[in-house]
């Protein structure tokens, strides 16, 4: 298959962009890794090298694997890096508009006009995000779902303005990484999170009205629903957080519809700092890793 770009920029360094950024390595990609504290980038990739490990111990990828992340991934901490000729960069920061908006500003400032900017947003507008930008035809939305190295799935997003040739090149590259791209217009929530919001947000009404307890209700849906994970597991794995910043995203993109109104339970727990497997305690409690 030939690669629709040859260079790929990851900016944020957490779960989802370091996972970016070690299949897109893998895949072949020259690929450069920003994150602005240097710090977080190390723990990011110990945590890429790690994983390198486990996979060629468990016969899950071949000891080549090593080599390609050696070649092909390098960090920084130096935003001027980005601006020095990437065919593509990749923003995958929390879910926050106005930090999403300003990172493209500045990286719009130092790239070459050439170079494709796309959001691994959840749920924010890339009409939206590409308007921050003089480059709306080359911007698009790109959603990988966590953990990146084992998902398919990968939601191409279309904004108001981004040009379809950038879309098709998007869904090659998608495919090029070993995923399975679905081509969705921009729309809040896209496909998948929007469909989850029901998901989610029933599984957490239920457990408010005291209908029954959080194990039950996971081990339904993953019993007779054939689910691979419960509501409660999966928003763990996901990060509180992160699920109560989507649907907040959500509930204001719709106007405050009050089928996709957040529950006060998701409030509470990210303010007691109880976000799920990353902090040891969510609707479970975790032994350290």
């Given at each position: 298959?030939?690669?629709?770009f040859?260079?790929?920029g990851?900016?944020?360094?957490?779960?989802?962009?370091?996972?970016?950024a070690?299949?897109?390595?893998?895949?072949?990609y020259?690929?450069?890794?920003?994150?602005?504290?240097?710090?977080?980038?190390?723990?990011?990739?110990?945590?890429?090298?790690?994983?390198?490990?486990?996979?060629?111990?468990?016969?899950?990828?071949?000891?080549?694997?090593?080599?390609?992340?050696?070649?092909?991934?390098?960090t920084?901490?130096?935003?001027?890096?980005?601006?020095?000729?990437?065919?593509?960069?990749?923003?995958?920061?929390?879910e926050?508009?106005?930090?999403?908006?300003?990172?493209?500003?500045?990286?719009e400032a130092?790239?070459?006009?050439?170079?494709?900017?796309?959001?691994?947003?959840?749920?924010?507008?890339?009409?939206?995000?590409?308007?921050?930008?003089?480059?709306s035809?080359?911007?698009?939305?790109?959603h990988f779902?966590?953990?990146?190295?084992?998902?398919k799935l990968?939601?191409?997003?279309?904004?108001k303005?981004?040009?379809?040739?950038?879309?098709?090149k998007?869904r090659?590259?998608?495919?090029?990484?070993?995923?399975?791209?679905?081509?969705?217009k921009?729309?809040?929530?896209?496909?998948?999170?929007?469909?989850?919001?029901?998901f989610?947000?029933?599984?957490?009404?239920?457990?408010?009205?005291?209908?029954?307890?959080?194990?039950?209700?996971?081990?339904?849906m993953?019993?007779?629903?054939?689910?691979?994970?419960?509501?409660?597991?999966?928003?763990?794995?996901i990060?509180?957080?992160?699920?109560?910043?989507?649907?907040q995203?959500v509930?204001?993109?719709?106007?405050?519809?009050?089928?996709?109104?957040?529950?006060?339970?998701?409030?509470?727990?990210?303010?007691?700092?109880?976000?799920?497997?990353?902090t040891?305690?969510?609707?479970?409690?975790?032994?350290?890793?």
């Amino acid at each position: 298959m030939m690669k629709p770009f040859n260079t790929v920029g990851v900016i944020g360094s957490g779960t989802m962009g370091a996972g970016i950024a070690q299949v897109v390595a893998l895949a072949g990609y020259k690929t450069v890794l920003y994150d602005v504290n240097a710090e977080i980038l190390q723990v990011a990739l110990t945590r890429i090298e790690q994983a390198i490990a486990k996979g060629i111990q468990k016969g899950k990828l071949s000891p080549e694997a090593r080599t390609l992340i050696d070649e092909n991934l390098r960090t920084t901490h130096d935003l001027q890096v980005l601006g020095q000729g990437l065919d593509l960069i990749i923003e995958a920061v929390p879910e926050d508009l106005a930090l999403k908006c300003r990172i493209f500003t500045d990286l719009e400032a130092i790239c070459p006009e050439t170079t494709a900017f796309v959001s691994n947003t959840s749920s924010l507008s890339i009409t939206a995000l590409g308007a921050s930008t003089q480059r709306s035809a080359q911007f698009a939305g790109l959603h990988f779902f966590n953990p990146v190295p084992q998902m398919k799935l990968v939601e191409v997003i279309q904004g108001k303005q981004t040009d379809l040739t950038l879309i098709q090149k998007l869904r090659t590259f998608a495919e090029s990484l070993g995923k399975t791209p679905v081509t969705a217009k921009d729309t809040p929530g896209f496909i998948v999170n929007r469909v989850a919001r029901a998901f989610y947000g029933e599984a957490i009404r239920l457990l408010d009205e005291g209908v029954t307890d959080v194990s039950t209700i996971d081990a339904i849906m993953k019993g007779e629903g054939g689910f691979a994970m419960g509501p409660f597991e999966l928003m763990d794995l996901i990060g509180i957080d992160v699920n109560f910043a989507v649907s907040q995203s959500v509930y204001e993109a719709f106007f405050q519809e009050d089928r996709f109104r957040p529950h006060p339970i998701q409030q509470q727990m990210v303010e007691a700092g109880y976000l799920g497997r990353k902090t040891g305690k969510g609707f479970y409690t975790y032994e350290p890793a």
